[in-house]
């Protein structure tokens, strides 16, 4: 079974700095993709960032940076420049396993409150 | 990026009502789209996966017959909760996924619908 951990209930940060979200995953699967999402208070679910298992270089979009580190099944989210917007919970979550439409299941950890200090 | 719509965004109604959301591709055509479920300060719990034309799979422990799924188009799913109780009140989100590119890895997710049953 996948399994998505985030050991982080709630991060703090001062804006215009840099932040690490945490995220580990255990899998079985050699094929798998891993996901951020933000969620502000509204409920969206605002997806920031992919990466597959097999991608060579780390994700980039934006501010948002993806630091995979595949032999220590970690998925770290790095947010860059820091704003007050981006206060929010944040989810890790996987792909997969199965087959068909089912290969695309997400698994979710238990998400971050990030909160962002003028 | 791609957008899902999804509506009611909120709805009240009385204890044995039916209830149906909606949830809508705009600018793409999904091949898969997703029902989750959260409860408050918490993560994201999939009820069903449903791709067009076919039965909805559903997650174990999730009620078929009180969570009616149909996805009649490639641009349209609904979920309809049947005879709802107190203990369905709860936000429910839908995802979607389109069938080719890039995008096809991704699941791009509606606003959110908040059920309050009395």
């Known amino acids: 079974a996948q399994k998505i951990t985030q050991t982080q209930p709630g991060m703090f940060v001062q804006e215009k700095e840099a932040v690490t979200l945490d995220c580990t995953y255990d899998?079985?699967?050699?094929?798998?993709?891993l996901f951020w999402y933000k969620q502000p208070s509204s409920g969206e679910m605002i997806f920031l960032i992919y990466?597959?298992?097999?991608?060579?270089q780390n994700a980039t979009e934006g501010r948002y940076s993806l630091n995979f580190q595949k032999a220590r099944k970690s998925a770290n989210l790095v947010i860059s420049a820091s704003q007050l917007g981006d206060s929010a919970m944040y989810f890790c979550a996987m792909r997969g396993p199965g087959s068909g439409g089912s290969n695309y299941k997400l698994t979710f950890g238990k998400g971050t409150l990030l909160t962002v200090n003028p | 990026g791609a957008v899902v719509s999804q509506h009611p965004s909120r709805v009240i109604c009385k204890s044995g009502t039916s209830v149906k959301i909606e949830c809508r591709s705009l600018?793409?055509?999904?091949?898969?789209m997703f029902w989750y479920r959260q409860f408050p300060k918490q993560s994201l719990m999939l009820m069903a996966t449903?791709?067009?034309?076919?039965?909805?799979?559903?997650e174990q422990g999730v009620e078929k017959d009180k969570f009616l799924i149909n996805h009649a188009s490639l641009t349209l799913s609904t979920l309809t909760v049947t005879s709802a109780h107190p203990e369905d009140s709860s936000f429910y989100i839908c995802?979607?996924?389109?069938?080719?590119?890039?995008?096809?890895?991704?699941?791009?997710f509606g606003a959110g619908t908040r059920l309050s049953v009395l």
């Open positions: 990466q597959g298992s097999y991608d060579e």
């Open positions: 899998t079985s699967d050699q094929s798998y993709g």
């Open positions: 600018d793409f055509q999904a091949t898969t």
């Open positions: 995802s979607a996924r389109a069938g080719i590119g890039y995008g096809k890895n991704i699941q791009y």
């Open positions: 449903s791709n067009e034309g076919s039965k909805a799979t559903y």
